[in-house]
């Protein structure tokens, strides 16, 4: 019969589950760090990714209607809010980085191109977000996606002033990401480690996490491939 771990060795396999397929090694985040991605295909980026982190305060208001913690609760309220409300809408910052790239608004916003992996993490979250148990919603999305931005966000970001000439204003996106989300991520894992409090939750979690990574790697790698491997092939 399973154990319950406790709170450190725990929090270390979640860490080790982040670890292992993060999106941060992926041939798309490297190829951007490296400046060999040109404007059009950040257009590209950015009209998918729009499709995935556009939901993101849906995602956690499901969450939040299967919460039974206020301490929790008031974490996904504070999340809400900032993705809708603090200041400038996360997704509009997004949509100005893409339209300095190349595209439009319109052409964010439109579900036409969008590619079947994005449409796979999309729907993945949000079956995770109305379906699952709050915790292990909160393992899967706040630790196994929103966790990783930061350490992706710090490698792309440098390029975008040094290389491309991007000004603040123009990336404020990933500027306010890089800090918004290691909070947000710490308090993932603060959550995740206080109410995971059987050895069956623990390791529903770690899956969740484990799932979470993959996911998100199979939507970069298929931006990857549509968008910067068939171009070198073309």
């Given at each position: 019969?399973?154990?319950l771990m406790?709170?450190e060795?725990?929090?270390?396999?979640?860490?080790?589950a982040?670890?292992?397929n993060?999106?941060?090694?992926?041939?798309?985040?490297?190829?951007?760090?490296e400046?060999?991605?040109?404007?059009?295909?950040?257009?590209?980026w950015?009209?998918?990714?729009?499709?995935?982190?556009?939901?993101?305060?849906?995602?956690?208001?499901?969450m939040?209607?299967?919460c039974?913690?206020?301490?929790?609760?008031?974490?996904?309220?504070?999340?809400?809010w900032?993705?809708?409300?603090?200041?400038?809408?996360?997704?509009d910052?997004?949509i100005?980085?893409?339209?300095?790239?190349?595209?439009?608004?319109?052409?964010v916003?439109?579900?036409?191109?969008?590619?079947?992996?994005?449409?796979?993490?999309?729907?993945?979250?949000?079956?995770?977000?109305?379906?699952e148990?709050?915790?292990?919603?909160?393992?899967a999305?706040?630790?196994?996606?929103?966790?990783q931005?930061?350490?992706?966000?710090?490698?792309?970001?440098?390029?975008?002033?040094?290389?491309?000439?991007?000004?603040?204003?123009?990336?404020?996106?990933?500027?306010?990401?890089?800090?918004?989300?290691?909070?947000?991520?710490?308090?993932?894992?603060?959550?995740v480690?206080?109410?995971?409090?059987?050895?069956?939750?623990?390791?529903?979690c770690?899956?969740a996490?484990?799932?979470a990574?993959?996911?998100?790697?199979?939507?970069?790698?298929?931006?990857?491939?549509?968008?910067?491997e068939?171009?070198?092939?073309?």
């Amino acid at each position: 019969m399973a154990e319950l771990m406790d709170k450190e060795v725990f929090r270390e396999k979640l860490e080790a589950a982040v670890r292992g397929n993060s999106s941060e090694a992926a041939p798309f985040t490297t190829a951007w760090a490296e400046g060999r991605l040109s404007r059009e295909q950040f257009a590209k980026w950015v009209e998918q990714h729009y499709h995935y982190v556009g939901p993101f305060a849906d995602y956690l208001a499901y969450m939040y209607a299967n919460c039974p913690h206020e301490d929790a609760k008031d974490f996904l309220l504070q999340n809400m809010w900032e993705e809708e409300l603090g200041g400038d809408r996360h997704t509009d910052l997004l949509i100005r980085f893409g339209e300095v790239c190349g595209t439009t608004r319109e052409q964010v916003e439109s579900t036409e191109n969008l590619l079947a992996t994005t449409v796979g993490l999309q729907s993945w979250c949000y079956t995770m977000a109305m379906r699952e148990n709050f915790i292990v919603a909160t393992a899967a999305l706040i630790i196994g996606l929103e966790s990783q931005v930061p350490g992706i966000y710090r490698k792309q970001t440098p390029v975008l002033r040094e290389k491309y000439g991007f000004n603040d204003h123009e990336i404020e996106f990933f500027d306010l990401h890089i800090v918004s989300d290691e909070i947000h991520g710490e308090r993932g894992y603060q959550i995740v480690l206080k109410y995971a409090n059987t050895p069956e939750l623990q390791e529903k979690c770690l899956k969740a996490v484990e799932t979470a990574t993959n996911m998100r790697r199979m939507y970069v790698d298929g931006i990857y491939r549509s968008f910067v491997e068939e171009k070198q092939l073309a």
